[in-house]
């Protein structure tokens, strides 16, 4: 499998250096330049397309032009942000122009024939559902711990603008992805009255577990939750909801009629998640316990300590 794909990517890698060549162009840029005899069967008399190699090709050349949706979001202001289409190959309408270059003479050019994919979140749909605050939570840290802080804030922003639509069920996980140095996540090697909370990503939980409350608030169905193995000190006793990239994981269903709107955001030393939907939205709420408002105790650790967990 692997000698398949590093030869489809040479395919497309390699400049090739003969007479009788295709370039492919996307938006003024070549991204790939064959030579039909690298497509050819060896059949006498008659050309024809070897459709491995060219299914290579194709599979290669759809990941090169590819180019993802953007959601839009809402600012720091409660204004909208639109979205970008994004856009794949036409498989389709590029095997007809390949074909026409095989069967012809002499090298040819193809500009990227494109397929617009548009996103699944737009303005007009967040306007709708940004009218009506279906639930809330905050929970509380010491913004002087700056790793935590930043870790905090960029799960945050991860989260925030997200919609879960009717059906649907989130995933922190998938939503916020693995933390890691590259992203940004800092190493927050601390003991928080008791709760190690180690490696990159740490005090991610806290926002998972922020969210949590919002969510259960709301009356949205708990589909996954795991609480710590010792209690934590930014929500009531067992109103956390533990996840790391390895293991657990926070999900939820949309069980109503209408899209959710998630805002998360960290404001100083405060974490705090905001639900949002229209105003036609059929739902029941459920009360919950407001975290404590004072602050834990930090210990700090030595910094070679272990660090095994992505995100706690």
Request: aromatic share 10%; glycine share 8%.
């Amino acid at each position: 499998m692997f000698l398949k794909w590093f030869t489809g990517l040479l395919l497309i890698a390699q400049p090739v250096n003969q007479p009788d060549t295709l370039t492919v162009n996307q938006q003024g840029k070549t991204i790939a330049e064959v030579n039909r005899l690298q497509f050819t069967v060896p059949v006498p008399g008659f050309p024809l397309v070897d459709d491995t190699k060219f299914l290579q090709f194709v599979e290669q050349l759809d990941r090169l032009s590819y180019k993802a949706p953007i959601n839009a979001k809402i600012n720091d202001h409660g204004g909208i942000l639109p979205g970008e289409v994004g856009y794949r190959l036409n498989k389709a309408l590029f095997k007809e122009n390949f074909y026409t270059y095989f069967f012809g003479k002499g090298s040819s050019k193809i500009d990227v024939p494109e397929v617009n994919i548009y996103p699944k979140v737009d303005t007009e749909l967040l306007a709708h559902i940004k009218t009506q605050q279906i639930g809330q939570y905050i929970t509380y840290f010491n913004s002087n711990n700056k790793s935590r802080s930043n870790n905090i804030e960029l799960a945050s922003k991860a989260l925030d603008s997200h919609v879960v639509f009717p059906g649907e069920t989130f995933s922190f996980n998938q939503v916020v992805g693995i933390r890691t140095i590259a992203k940004g996540y800092m190493r927050a090697p601390i003991i928080v009255r008791g709760e190690l909370s180690e490696g990159v990503g740490g005090g991610i939980c806290q926002v998972s577990s922020t969210l949590f409350n919002a969510v259960d608030r709301a009356g949205l169905k708990i589909v996954q939750r795991y609480s710590h193995s010792k209690r934590v000190p930014y929500v009531p006793s067992g109103r956390d909801a533990t996840v790391s990239w390895y293991g657990p994981d926070f999900q939820f269903r949309n069980q109503y009629n209408q899209p959710i709107l998630i805002r998360a955001k960290r404001y100083g030393g405060s974490m705090m998640v905001k639900l949002y939907s229209s105003d036609v939205i059929n739902m029941k709420t459920k009360k919950v316990p407001n975290a404590p408002t004072n602050l834990p105790e930090e210990i700090h650790i030595e910094q070679n300590v272990h660090l095994s967990n992505p995100s706690r």
